[in-house]
């Protein structure tokens, strides 16, 4: 009964001119959606490099992407390899790992810095940050509680333009290594999200309100880079 009577309420242009306005309207309500990711695109875009090419930094910066099983996920692997690469090149002297600890049965750092101590980066070179709930919080706790004023970021290609305006906003002057990813669902599916998620992002990068926990400073990381 609802529908028929919803429909009778929705009245479609009946003149060529009232189409043409519906389609302006159409036309305005698309530019302003895909408006944030442009701002991402044209902004950090220029600052995306592989981990060749990556500039020199005191720490590279790893964001959380899910575990399976208590283990890092394919995704975070990936970019926990190309973190381990540039340690190994002497890019960067350290490694943040930013992620979801939430539950004592999911800890994502602590997972992140198995991995990477598992493939060679040593334990006094790795620090965590247990309160990386999501991008704007990994980066403006990297900068307020760690001091992270420099860094390489590291994540798939997908979603490393948003991380650079995010931590380029909480005041980190970073590149970012955009990592290869497979043509897969993940990928079809993180892409479609970040067209969504830029939208929070501009609103983060305009606002900048505190983290979801922020605590007391930190003194690992100074003392990892040194």
């Known amino acids: ?45 220029p600052r995306v490099r592989t981990v060749a090419a990556a500039p020199h930094a005191p720490v590279a910066v790893v964001f959380g992407a899910g575990l399976w099983d208590g283990e890092p996920s394919p995704y975070l692997a990936d970019r926990l390899d190309a973190a381990a690469q540039l340690y190994r090149r002497g890019t960067v002297r350290a490694i943040l790992v930013t992620g979801d600890n939430s539950r004592d049965d999911y800890d994502e750092p602590g997972a992140m810095r198995g991995y990477l101590e598992h493939h060679g980066v040593p334990a006094r070179r790795i620090v965590g940050d247990h309160a990386g709930f999501d991008t704007w919080d990994s980066c403006s706790r990297a900068h307020r509680i760690f001091g992270v004023d ?34 897969d669902v993940t990928w079809a599916y993180g892409g479609v999200r970040e067209i969504f998620a830029a939208g929070k992002a501009a609103a983060d990068a305009a606002l900048r309100p505190d983290p979801h926990f922020l605590g007391p400073r930190e003194k690992g990381l100074a003392v990892a880079v040194r």
């Open 150 to 183: 420099r860094a390489v970021l590291v994540s798939q290609g997908f979603h490393i333009r948003r991380a650079l305006a995010l931590c380029a906003a909480a005041g980190i002057d970073a590149y970012g290594v955009g990592v290869a990813a497979p043509r």
């Open 1 to 45: 009964m609802r529908g028929p009577g919803l429909m009778r309420r929705i009245r479609l242009p009946r003149t060529r001119r009232g189409w043409r306005r519906a389609y302006q309207v159409v036309v305005v309500l698309t530019v302003l959606a895909l408006a944030p990711a442009t701002w991402l695109n044209t902004s950090a875009g």
